[in-house]
């Protein structure tokens, strides 16, 4: 019996009419803090979501809100058509994984899988099956008898995926639970993360603070700012399309055009591209990977006339290599922007860059 066929699904057409969960204007307070402001959120089955956010924003709030350990000061929260928050953790089909995996140290790996199946007494040969089908899955099925302290970050972080994963539940959430890795090691658990995943297609709800592998991970982002949804979209879409200033500057790095709109035309300092804005004054978002040296797009215009581009002369300040591309610092009429490009050896002195109008994304303050 496999993790994935024990786990009862609702009909097709019922699971295409509604989500697997549902966060309905949740409002979470502690004292006189309104820790989370009316949050709205639905969550499809078989979905990586990721709650993005600075430290305090209400993610890991929100996550326990699920879970069970905490309550709701107001709103409601749904799962399979039925109220989630009115039951207590244990009757949830949600498990945890947490920053630190608090794995028992005195058991060994097979033993720390089963203990919750244990506790909830499941017949002792049901469990030897959960547990060789949940450490196969995680591909740790070859360390049963190993102890804790034995393995590496990332085993120890496999085994308490399957530590949830055995209780089958239809919705895991995680908090951080690659934070503790080094770089090398959460890079390639990323990539684990998301092929367990797509493999079992159990609904995933990560928390994290790094916008890199929010990217990497997720179906959707869901970021938060303050206790409130900011934006939430796939991350082509969140970074692409930015709907906010903060969102623009909290996704990868942008270069913010305070510019004055007149006669479609917008206008910052020294640059001028055409707009479909109204007139008055914008902010428009501008990544750096979206700025070009102008010498390598000569022919740009020529070979795509429906593309309007805008050109403009910097002094070059700084670069930074990064291997690949390099990240240039430079002036232009007063104020500094970042431009990323191909590596290609030093620049300095005054340069002709360009960049595409549609690039100038127009966002909110």
Request: glycine share 8%.
């Amino acid at each position: 019996m496999s993790l994935g066929s024990a786990i009862p699904q609702p009909l097709e057409e019922e699971r295409a009419a509604r989500p697997l969960l549902e966060v309905r204007v949740v409002v979470k307070r502690f004292g006189n803090h309104e820790v989370l402001k009316g949050i709205s959120l639905t969550i499809a089955a078989g979905e990586f979501i990721t709650l993005l956010g600075e430290s305090g924003s209400g993610k890991t709030t929100m996550l326990r809100l699920i879970a069970g350990f905490e309550q709701p000061s107001s709103g409601e929260i749904w799962m399979n058509g039925s109220r989630l928050d009115t039951l207590p953790p244990y009757k949830r089909r949600v498990n945890t994984v947490f920053q630190q995996y608090a794995l028992f140290p005195h058991l060994n790996v097979r033993d720390n899988v089963a203990y919750g199946l244990r506790v909830t007494n499941t017949p002792s040969i049901e469990i030897d099956t959960r547990v060789i089908d949940a450490l196969r899955m995680v591909k740790m099925d070859s360390f049963a008898s190993a102890r804790p302290a034995t393995l590496s970050g990332g085993q120890q972080q496999r085994v308490a995926l399957a530590r949830a994963l055995v209780n089958r539940p239809l919705l895991l959430l995680l908090d951080e639970p690659l934070s503790a890795l080094d770089a090398n090691l959460r890079k390639e658990m990323q990539s684990e993360l998301k092929s367990l995943q797509r493999e079992v297609g159990i609904t995933f709800l990560f928390v994290t603070h790094d916008q890199d592998e929010a990217m990497a991970l997720s179906d959707r982002i869901a970021l938060l700012r303050n206790g409130a949804l900011e934006q939430i979209g796939s991350p082509r879409e969140i970074y692409s399309h930015p709907a906010t200033a903060y969102t623009a500057r909290f996704i990868g790095q942008t270069n913010l055009l305070r510019a004055e709109i007149r006669g479609g035309v917008a206008t910052c300092g020294a640059l001028r591209w055409p707009t479909s804005a109204p007139d008055g004054p914008a902010v428009f978002s501008l990544r750096p990977e979206a700025i070009r040296l102008a010498d390598t797009v000569a022919d740009s215009a020529a070979a795509n006339p429906s593309a309007p581009e805008a050109r403009f002369a910097a002094i070059v300040k700084q670069q930074l290599y990064g291997g690949a591309s390099e990240l240039l610092e430079v002036e232009c009429g007063g104020q500094t922007l970042r431009v990323k490009i191909s590596a290609r050896g030093p620049l300095s002195g005054k340069q002709d860059f360009i960049f595409s109008a549609k690039d100038a994304v127009r966002v909110t303050e």
